[in-house]
């Protein structure tokens, strides 16, 4: 599984854009990125999953450049209710299941 | 359609002390997974199965066991709860399809267990 790094935290006010920009420079060719949100006292929720460019689905954006060493989760215009943690996770689309969850972006969004 | 379901919500148990925590789903998923997640820290995984009747070691075994006698229900046993094993725990399920369906797994709401 590679390793990915992340922001510990982030501050925003509802109405804006967050983007969570992860970093996984030994990405490998079968690799798929995977964002999962946890509310507190909550279980993780999949949010969005991408290979390359560009995913959008009714929650978020998510951007990957072409060489694929980093991935921006992007969030418009959130609420109080977005405030979460977003975990950034990499395995391999063939033979990976387990997932490795690293300690996550809090986001927290403000009135 | 419940999803995935843990039983129970919360425990206090005592050093020493064995437990069960019960994990149920009902979308006829192959794999089924146990967590641990300590306050600040992302989910640690403790056992996991990919199908009735076989268990393997997660990232974190040591002190607990494990069963899938059942398709939908996983189990996770502490035999003599530790002080250490105060967490929040979660179990989760998933399908073994071809590329992005095997990262989705589904959650359950978690049980919050302290050992005292």
């Known amino acids: 599984l590679a390793k990915t790094t992340q922001p510990i935290s982030m501050d925003s006010y509802e109405g804006q854009e967050v983007n969570i920009t992860c970093s996984h420079n030994n990405i490998a060719t079968n690799d798929y990125i995977t964002w999962y949100q946890q509310f507190p006292s909550q279980g993780p929720r999949f949010i969005i999953q991408?290979?390359?460019t560009k995913v959008t689905n009714e929650v978020a954006s998510l951007f990957i450049p072409a060489d694929r060493k980093s991935s921006t989760l992007s969030l418009p215009r959130v609420s109080l209710s977005d405030t979460a943690v977003y975990y950034c996770l990499v395995g391999d689309m063939y033979t990976d299941y387990k997932l490795s969850f690293g300690a996550g972006t809090t986001v927290t969004v403000r009135a | 359609n419940a999803g995935v379901t843990q039983t129970p919500k919360f425990r206090v148990l005592k050093t020493g002390q064995s437990m069960t925590l019960l994990c149920a789903q009902d979308m006829n998923h192959e794999y089924m997974y146990w967590y641990r997640q300590d306050p600040g820290m992302g989910l640690r995984l403790i056992h996991y199965?990919?199908?009735?009747?076989?268990?393997a070691k997660g990232e974190v075994p040591d002190g607990y066991n494990v069963s899938r006698l059942k398709k939908q229900n996983f189990l996770l046993g502490l035999e003599s709860a530790a002080p250490s094993q105060t967490s929040v725990y979660f179990c989760?399920?998933?399908?073994?399809?071809?590329?992005?369906?095997?990262?989705?797994?589904?959650f359950g709401p978690g049980t919050r267990l302290t050992v005292t």
């Open positions: 991408g290979y390359k």
């Open positions: 199965s990919v199908g009735e009747g076989t268990t």
């Open positions: 989760a399920s998933s399908t073994p399809g071809s590329g992005t369906s095997r990262y989705e797994q589904y």
